[in-house]
């Protein structure tokens, strides 16, 4: 049983930053391909950002220069940074590996992050 669990999202203005973290049970993310994924209202699934196992990164051109992931592998643990957020950031982000592998039951419930002003 693979478990993610995306937590961090939250109400921000224009131009603010948060910090998404995901948590993983019964997959080991620094032997693995990792993504964070985010959905808006409407519109389809994007991948956002990932990190190869040996920790080469990908960014969307949409957020390059303003995110970063990065991973700690003694928790586990893959976090999303995000900086001069705008209204199009808007979205459920989710965790998952890059790309998608694992049964439908291990996406997490996702966090939202809202930008607004």
């Known amino acids: 049983q693979v478990q993610l669990v995306e937590s961090g999202g939250g109400l921000v203005q224009p131009g603010g930053s948060l910090r998404l973290s995901c948590g993983g049970s019964g997959i080991i993310f620094s032997r693995n391909t990792m993504g964070w994924y985010r959905q808006a209202p409407g519109k389809q699934r994007e991948l956002v950002a990932t990190?190869?196992?040996?920790?080469?990164?990908f960014y969307v051109d949409s957020v390059k220069g303003r995110f970063m992931i990065s991973r700690d592998n003694a928790k586990n643990t893959m976090y999303l940074e995000m900086n001069s957020l705008k209204a199009e950031d808007t979205a459920l982000y989710s965790c998952?590996?890059?790309?998608?592998?694992?049964?439908?039951?291990?996406w997490g419930q996702g966090t939202q992050v809202t930008v607004t002003s």
């Open positions: 990190m190869s196992s040996g920790g080469s990164t």
């Open positions: 998952n590996t890059a790309p998608p592998r694992l049964p439908s039951t291990s």
